[in-house]
């Protein structure tokens, strides 16, 4: 896998069915701890940008009310006549519900997120997990009309977006995608943030290969770049910790590939940015799964750079059902 820069296209350009809704957007991007918004022409240029803290700790309400700030700050003149938002936690975009969601956003599972940020902008509001939002310029991107997309994000957790005959997949509640909870036989007996265990995400993660390595040395390392920097040195312990995250990504991902027919498989989020131990590792597994008719398949770092996210969030307005003001009142 190259693990090289990403952004390789100019900064939010790429297919016109991806960026431009034929007016103005606004597109979120909501996180743990920021807030990016941006406001899109018609074309899909960006006429302004903003950002602010997630206010994490103080509750549902008080994140809403951040992004509705953020979107008015970043259109001043009220232009746009929709807005996207991309958001951390499992997001089912017919309901506008938050189903479910770790603790890095207090209360933030149970909310209502399309709905709720409708009546606090005046605008309709369409809305996804952060992780969809982002592969869907990778999806429209796909030369014709019916490409499939294997996309995984592997950071602090592992999320994904699975796309069939071009239609993302949401499956029930807005769970589709999320990679992390696959079995994983390298983490075999590790308990998983979701309750379950031996799940991809506790071995593959950033958090996960430092835990590993943690485990397998009996000291403290704590964050990945430390682990990455000794395995650099040479450390058998970290390129070992690597290697097996690399290496339990890479099967998931080959298996989910001979089920999926993907055209074309993504692995971004920052755990690949380590370096080439862990994309060669990912790529020796990857393609030791893979079926004869997809063999030549191989993972590829994103098309798009930062602004993916809220580029796939405006994106949102024109493929997902619209959340109106006045729903909660």
């Known amino acids: 896998m190259n693990t090289g820069p990403t952004g390789t296209r100019p900064e939010c350009t790429g297919p016109r069915s991806a960026a ?4 103005v957007v606004i597109g979120l ?13 018609s074309d899909g240029t960006v006429l302004a940008r903003h950002t602010r803290p997630t206010p994490a700790g103080d509750g549902a309400a008080a994140v ?25 936690g499992v997001i089912d975009p017919r309901s506008g ?24 902008t005046g605008l309709p509001v369409a809305c996804d997990n952060d992780v ?15 490409g499939s997309l294997l996309f995984a994000a592997v950071g602090t957790g592992v999320g994904g977006a699975l796309a069939v005959d071009g239609r993302m997949l949401h499956g ?63 450390e058998r312990a970290a390129v070992h910790a690597i290697t097996t995250g690399a290496t339990a990504a890479g099967r998931v991902l080959g298996g989910l590939a001979n089920a999926l027919g993907p055209d074309r498989v993504v692995v971004g989020g920052g755990v690949p940015r380590i370096g080439a131990l862990y994309g060669d590792a990912l790529t020796a597994a990857f393609t030791a799964e893979l079926m004869p008719p997809l063999r030549g398949l191989v993972p590829e770092p994103p098309l798009f750079g930062h602004d993916a996210a809220v580029l796939g969030a405006a994106a949102l307005t024109t493929t997902l059902p619209l959340h109106h003001p006045g729903a909660l009142r």
């Open 20 to 23: 431009a809704t034929g007016a």
């Open 29 to 41: 991007d909501l996180g743990g701890t920021k807030i990016a918004a941006a406001l899109f022409a």
């Open 64 to 88: 809403l009310d951040a992004l509705a700030a953020a979107a008015s700050e970043v259109d001043p003149d009220r232009l746009a006549t929709a807005l996207g938002i991309a958001a951390a």
């Open 97 to 120: 519900m938050v189903t479910s969601a770790t603790d890095s956003i207090s209360g933030w599972a149970g909310t209502a997120l399309g709905p709720g940020l409708a009546n606090r």
């Open 132 to 146: 969809r939002a982002t592969a869907g310029p990778e999806l429209a991107a796909l030369a014709g009309r019916h």
């Open 172 to 234: 029930a509640s807005g769970i589709a995608g999320h990679l992390g909870h696959l079995p994983s036989a390298e983490a075999a007996g590790l308990p998983c943030t979701c309750g379950a265990g031996g799940h991809l995400e506790v071995i593959a993660s950033g958090p996960g290969i430092t835990a590993h390595y943690e485990r397998l040395t009996g000291s403290p390392a704590g964050r990945l770049e430390a682990v990455a920097a000794r395995a650099a040195q040479g």
